[in-house]
């Protein structure tokens, strides 16, 4: 059979990687798949046990030397990204093309033109996938199936970036994804809007109501709904905040502003303006649905 | 048959009050059913058509006139309640058990002493049933089931209000509801927090997220969770938010205060604080889950 890739190495088999391990193998994408794990954490062993990955490593570095990647994946928490960076630099073959699953993307593209040699390819991607769960057991074939893909080309574009480029592309396709291309600080700003802030408000209104216990009692399906992303990686959230605080912090006060709009409406007894505002937001509501029915629904990340 | 009620009036044919007539006929709980719809709308035929209500008027006081109700329930905004308490109160039969579906209490308590004869029972409920879809359209005989009712005995007690109240009791609990007694001005409280505040969430995150079209695009689940109730009934909420304008205020400052915290963690690249903050969230979210696991779950409202 041929396989678009010789040797896959993912970097992080927690539910991303080993979900990914699993897809790869299912779409007969790489002929061989290493899964490098945390060092003191059996979660390779269990991706290799469930089929994910064909050899399971904690060591980076020794994943590539032996056999040559064509394909490197990061699956990992983005703090960690530049020892590995670091670590896999001065073994990388020309031309290797690497990418990642991160939910930021400026400082992770940044890092890469640093400590990256320029013969290898880094595009940054972020699959938006995955669960509040997390571990190698939650993963599933099928988790990058139907959602969307975002993606950063690097900053200077050559007939080889592209084509590298084109070949990430193709294989987040071959996944079953809808692959959408952005340049990293746009991403970054996107992804606060929908993501980042989100999470941090179901972070404080599940401590807010976490408060007063007799409250939750009386919580209904809307605010079940409103908290299931607070039960989300604690590492994973640091380190998202961490690397886009500022676009994070935008977001947050953009949301704060409309809440103070209703909050004022609501102080002042304004009828008129309550209404309002809930009109229009269950009418902006309606129109993203309707827009969204007409796309592949993204799913969670 | 023997039914506890022999006649119904169920004031307001909307999703609740409709799915109440489905369900008190599914279970006979009533002889006769009479539907009262908003004058000029034919939610009233649409709740008959549909085997809801044996009667359709607009007309409150007509529903009793000819014959006498034993039974009262207002499905309707809160704010029409005074008008409707005025033109019940000449013609209601000594002993008649008045209640309602409203999602704030105290107000309606305090109306409910002022306006109806001292003769009849008022005891206030709050089925935490409902959708973000409205009309009698959209109505469920088994919208009620499985929900948690919360319920406001009258503020002086007396055998004759006991009596009543186990009345209403019994009637919601036949309906596969949970039922938990609370005063008027804790329910407020509770359901502020776990309510109306998670609805001005959403309501603030759409219209923050919907003035950044590309960034919808980029939306997932978490985001579409979040702003599922953002679809909900303007009228319904502008009554909600006036009729329970302090403790919304008070839960939307106790929210903003939880936001400025993790949002000043972020500020100052706080690691420890954000990574405490998040996993503070997901042990609350992860106790609420197991508490409520083994209770009956209440579905929304």
Redo the contacts between chains.
């Keep these: 059979m041929n396989h678009p890739f010789q040797h896959a190495v993912i970097i992080g088999t927690g539910l991303l990687g080993t979900s990914l391990g699993l897809a790869l193998r299912k779409h007969n994408l790489a002929k061989l798949i290493t899964g490098v794990g945390r060092k003191g954490c059996n979660s390779a062993a269990i991706a290799q046990q469930r089929g994910a990955v064909d050899r399971a490593t904690d060591d980076p570095a020794a994943a590539i030397t032996s056999h040559p990647a064509d394909l490197i994946v990061l699956c990992v928490p983005i703090r960690q990204f530049p020892d590995i960076f670091r670590t896999l630099a001065p073994k990388l073959a020309p031309g290797t093309l690497i990418t990642d699953v991160g939910s930021t993307k400026f400082q992770i593209m940044q890092w890469a033109a640093e400590l990256l040699p320029p013969t290898v390819h880094f595009i940054g991607s972020h699959p938006?996938?995955g669960s509040e769960k997390t571990g190698p057991e939650a993963a599933r074939e099928d988790l990058y199936n139907n959602?969307?893909c975002?993606m950063c080309p690097p900053d200077k574009s050559t007939p080889e970036s592209a084509a590298a480029f084109k070949r990430i592309e193709d294989l987040w396709q071959s996944l079953g994804m809808r692959t959408?291309s952005?340049n990293a600080a746009?991403?970054d700003?996107?992804?606060a809007?929908?993501?980042h802030?989100?999470?941090?408000?179901?972070?404080?209104?599940?401590?807010?109501?976490?408060?007063?216990p007799?409250?939750?009692?009386?919580?209904?399906?809307?605010?079940?709904?409103?908290?299931?992303?607070?039960?989300?990686?604690?590492?994973m959230?640091?380190d998202i905040?961490?690397s886009n605080?500022d676009a994070?912090?935008a977001?947050?006060n953009?949301?704060?502003?409309?809440?103070a709009?209703?909050?004022a409406?609501?102080?002042r007894?304004d009828?008129n303006a309550?209404?309002d505002?809930?009109?229009?937001?269950?009418q902006?509501?309606?129109s993203?649905?309707t827009?969204?029915r007409a796309?592949n629904a993204?799913?969670?990340?």
Tied chains: 1, 2.
């Excluded at 802030?197 to 007063?212: C, E, R, S």
């Design positions: 938006m996938a959602a969307t975002l959408v952005c746009d991403h700003r996107r992804v809007a929908v993501s802030l989100p999470h941090a408000m179901a972070f404080a209104l599940m401590q807010a109501a976490g408060k007063n007799a409250a939750l009692e009386a919580a209904a399906g809307g605010f079940t709904d409103m908290t299931r992303i607070a039960g989300s990686d604690p590492t959230w640091t905040y961490l605080r994070v912090l977001a947050i953009s949301f704060s502003a409309e809440l709009t209703i909050k409406a609501i102080e007894n009828e309550i209404r505002y809930v009109e229009a937001s269950r902006t509501r309606e993203f649905i827009r969204r796309t993204p799913k969670e990340k």
